[in-house]
């Protein structure tokens, strides 16, 4: 099966940058995905890694290490928009659906 | 011009009734899923369809019963509620092999009293 680690929640400031960290155990692999999830919404989709690296899109950045089972997301010039839940997901090579972890909550502080 | 559209968004019913949750999406996605969000927000997995074929179906109790009539559809019906179904489901699709990220319908808060 799948498991997947995150913070349960993070706390930072307007201007900021904050890292969210994801670890993961899934047997075959087949990328690393971010969802934002504000309160009473949809996940939406941030990124995706599916090699070794840093994927960049405007303020926001993914990182994957597969040697290390580890990736994270990057959050910079933080704004009070940002305040939501963060879920990292997986989906194997068997599985044909996302795994999501449990959830960072991240909070910007003015 | 919404992408995943699922009705209704909320529902209020008694235990022991049936209630059937719609989604549809117009993005020509192949596979289409239902997951179960819970009061700690963990998102879980119940069902996927590729093209109208059942292709996941985790542990869930034989009381709900998912229904593609073609590939733009999954319809969702629960059987005989229970308090313990009380969650958030959300029905999602995406291109065969997801790497481009799954689109999520604005949700179905059910609350089973």
């Known amino acids: 099966g799948q498991s997947l680690e995150q913070p349960s929640e993070v706390t930072a400031v307007e201007g900021a940058i904050v890292q969210i960290n994801c670890t993961y155990q899934?047997?075959?692999?087949?990328?690393l995905s971010w969802y934002q999830q504000h309160d009473g919404g949809a996940p939406t989709f941030l990124s995706y890694n599916g090699l070794d690296g840093l994927e960049e899109t405007g303020r926001f950045s993914s990182f994957l290490s597969r040697s290390d089972s580890y990736g994270y997301l990057l959050l910079q010039e933080l704004q009070m928009k940002d305040s939501a839940s963060y879920f990292c997901?997986?989906?194997?090579?068997?599985?044909?659906?996302?795994?999501f972890g449990s959830g960072t909550r991240l909070q910007v502080q003015p | 011009d919404t992408a995943v559209s699922q009705t209704p968004k909320y529902l209020v019913t008694q235990m022991g009734n049936d209630k059937s949750i719609k989604c549809e999406q117009n993005l020509g996605h192949d596979t289409m899923y239902w997951y179960k969000q819970d009061s700690k927000k963990f998102l879980k997995i119940m069902f996927s369809y590729n093209n109208k074929e059942l292709i996941i179906n985790e542990t869930v109790p034989n009381r709900f019963s998912p229904k593609s009539p073609d590939k733009a559809h999954l319809n969702l019906h629960i059987n005989s509620l229970e308090l313990g179904d009380s969650a958030v489901y959300f029905c999602?699709?995406?291109?065969?092999?997801?790497?481009?990220?799954?689109?999520f319908g604005s949700g179905t808060r059910l609350t089973v009293v």
């Open positions: 999602a699709s995406s291109p065969l092999g997801g790497g481009l990220g799954y689109t």
């Open positions: 997901a997986v989906r194997d090579t068997g599985r044909r659906a996302l795994t």
């Open positions: 899934t047997s075959g692999f087949y990328g």
